[in-house]
């Protein structure tokens, strides 16, 4: 499912326009993006948690060469499944 299929899904589950539905996605992810630059945390009980993870510093190779590259450390985007999603994915 693509961004315009989830706008229209949400625009018929929620009887709103498809424009307010996509107003409601977009204002949704940007929240969650503010949220997450900020190092904070966002729960959506039953569905999930969206989080921030630390990745270490790392020595990587390039596979082209084989030559060896320092990889700085970072932080990454998280998603940990909610009790409800995970049983609606696996009762499929």
């Known amino acids: 499912m693509n961004k315009s299929e989830l706008i229209d899904?949400?625009?018929?589950?929620?009887d709103l326009?498809?424009?307010?539905?996509?107003?409601?996605?977009?204002?949704?992810t940007e929240v969650i993006t503010e949220a997450l630059a900020k190092g904070e945390t966002v729960s959506l009980i039953g569905f999930g948690t969206f989080l921030v993870g630390e990745r270490a510093a790392r020595t990587g190779r390039n596979p082209k060469t084989g030559a060896e590259l320092k990889i700085a450390a970072s932080k990454?985007?998280?998603?940990?499944?909610?009790a409800k999603l995970k049983a609606a994915v696996n009762s499929q």
């Open 9 to 14: 899904a949400l625009a018929a589950k929620c």
């Open 17 to 28: 326009s498809k424009a307010s539905a996509g107003r409601a996605i977009d204002g949704l």
């Open 76 to 82: 990454v985007p998280k998603f940990s499944v909610g």
